[in-house]
């Protein structure tokens, strides 16, 4: 049986403004990725988010941004080598000490928005990303998008690593995610975001923005839970994968046995 995990952003929220139904997310995915302060979160959220992640029994990773709350970390800014591995370092080890208090413990880190994107085709960007994840916890699970030079920088520094699709973004042939800029960036209409989800899940690729089919692996598939319909898709997404026979689970680098097992 095929086997797929679902992820979603978390915890991007900021001292009383909240972000996103966390709390109904937690029912439907396997993995969730928690704002470390930097883009978003703060530590009265985090620690939260990691309480309720592991009640739902739901794989805690770091989601290390770009140091710019007002952007909410989705602009690029011209950081070192240096200065990005020491941020992410510092975001990783906060929530590895938040999750001890809540009785549980950083799996994955998934990089955020700009920093995200940046170091799909950055190898110095993607190679500090990749030490500091190191430098936090060697047994980490690096996250990156499919087939880019994150996830390749992480194999070189020892890491597993994690490929991502994603099933409400649109594809370029090259396999890079249309920018948020573009207006066709986001799939807004629930059965493409069904069908695209199933097909990566099945390991059928996606179709690009050009027409042209694109083929993807995709060990975890990513739902954005600040979008207004988050909790719709996600839904949706989780029955389709039941009906199509895909067991939902945390994602599982070869040899290695699931987290929590």
């Known amino acids: 049986m095929p086997t797929i995990d679902l992820n ?3 915890g991007e929220g900021f001292g009383p403004w909240p972000m996103g139904d966390d709390a109904a997310l937690l029912t439907l995915v396997t993995s969730a ?14 620690l ?4 309720a992640a592991a009640a739902h029994g739901v794989a805690l990773g770091a989601h290390p941004g770009f140091p710019d709350l007002q952007g909410f970390g989705r602009r690029e800014l011209r950081m070192a080598p240096d200065e990005v591995h020491a941020s992410v370092l510092a975001q990783v080890g906060a929530l590895q000490a938040v999750a001890r208090a809540a009785g549980t413990k950083v799996g994955h880190v998934k990089p955020h928005g700009a920093l995200y994107n940046m170091a799909a085709r950055d190898d110095a960007l993607a190679d500090a990303i990749a030490h500091a994840v190191r430098d936090a916890d060697p047994a980490l699970v690096l996250v990156g998008l499919a087939g880019s030079v994150l996830v390749t920088a992480g194999a070189r520094a020892g890491l597993r690593v994690a490929h991502e699709g994603f099933a409400d973004r649109r594809y370029r042939a090259d396999g890079t995610l249309v920018p948020r800029t573009a207006p066709h960036a986001l799939i807004d209409d629930v059965d493409a ?3 695209q989800a199933v097909a990566l899940a099945r390991g059928e690729g996606v179709v690009a923005d050009d027409g042209t089919h694109v083929a993807v692996r995709c060990d975890t598939l990513c739902l954005h839970g600040d979008g207004a319909h988050a909790v719709a898709f996600a839904r949706a997404i989780r029955g389709a994968l039941d009906a ?4 939902v689970a945390p994602f599982v680098v070869p040899g290695i046995a699931p987290r929590g097992a």
């Open 244 to 247: 199509a026979g895909i067991a």
């Open 48 to 51: 939260a988010t990691a309480r």
């Open 8 to 10: 979603a952003d978390m």
């Open 193 to 195: 975001a069904v069908a």
């Open 33 to 46: 990725n928690v704002a470390c302060g930097a883009h978003a979160g703060d530590p009265v959220t985090m």
